[in-house]
């Protein structure tokens, strides 16, 4: 496992994928160091640019730093639109700060993630569908109430095409773990943003020192992560890679290899 500060877009914005930049920053939970990625979609066509997630609170400043620095070297481009996967404070917080530099940025975000992420319910208030959620829920880190309803463009389920990209970053509803996860597909790359229902990371780095995909143990409803994972799968012929939210690989997982770990979980 190579160390976070030698990935090539630790901290700043580097293209996978025609059009799909990610940076990652270092996450720290419980004295071990996760990859926390934010990913960066351009749109050629307008000159606009969707950021999906806003990673975690101790990295406002430098993902703004990565985020105008990118924006030095394509000044053509401005930020429209910030696509939220779900409202974890790992996901969510640069939200407010992005607010005070990008000002006429909009929010993307799933029906069902409103009372977490406008009005601050906490996840730990709902009823997970596993021992573990229960004994630990009160351990997750949540993220802070944005409020600002008017900046929110809320995706309703069967009411994705709303969104006014749409036919580039398609928002998937992929429930589980929360309750109104959504991932994005990029579809000009094949290219889906999963969040957090699958991590490609250990979950103790120290004795692990392979990367492993599992379901994380935040997780509020591991049923419906699965009904997810499944759904993912079926889409096959839309998708070439899976790119998790905390992810040690540098180009994802293949959709081969998702399928393999599906097989291996799902039953
Ligand atoms: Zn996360």
Do not use: W
């Not at 934010?38 to 975690?56: A, E, M, N, Q, R």
């Not at 749409?166 to 991932?183: A, C, K």
């Amino acid at each position: 496992m190579s160390s976070l500060p030698e990935y090539e877009d630790y901290e700043k914005f580097v293209e996978l994928q025609q059009n799909l930049y990610r940076a990652r920053f270092s996450l720290k939970v419980v004295g071990f160091a996760y990859p926390s990625a934010v990913f960066l979609i351009h749109l050629p066509s307008t000159k606009d640019c969707i950021l999906v997630d806003s990673g975690d609170p101790e990295n406002i400043t430098k993902l703004l730093k990565a985020l105008s620095l990118h924006f030095e070297t394509f000044s053509e481009y401005k930020l429209k639109y910030v696509a939220i996967t779900h409202g974890h404070f790992d996901h969510t917080g640069a939200l407010l700060k992005l607010l005070e530099d990008y000002e006429d940025i909009k929010f993307i975000i799933g029906e069902q993630e409103i009372p977490f992420v406008i009005h601050g319910k906490k996840y730990s208030e709902i009823k997970g569908d596993t021992i573990t959620f229960q004994i630990l829920k009160h351990f997750f880190a949540e993220g802070k109430p944005i409020g600002n309803e008017d900046k929110f463009i809320v995706i309703k389920e069967g009411e994705e095409h709303k969104f006014e990209f749409y036919n580039i970053l398609r928002p998937i509803f992929t429930p589980g773990h929360t309750p109104g996860s959504l991932s994005y597909l990029h579809i000009p790359t094949n290219s889906i943003l999963i969040g957090d229902l699958v991590f490609n990371v250990p979950l103790v780095p120290v004795f692990s020192m392979k990367s492993s995909i599992s379901i994380p143990i935040s997780t509020t409803s591991v049923s419906d992560s699965k009904i997810s994972i499944k759904k993912i799968c079926e889409m096959e012929n839309e998708i070439k890679l899976v790119f998790p939210g905390h992810d040690l690989e540098k180009n994802g997982i293949s959709i081969e290899e998702f399928k393999l770990f599906a097989q291996k979980n799902l039953n």
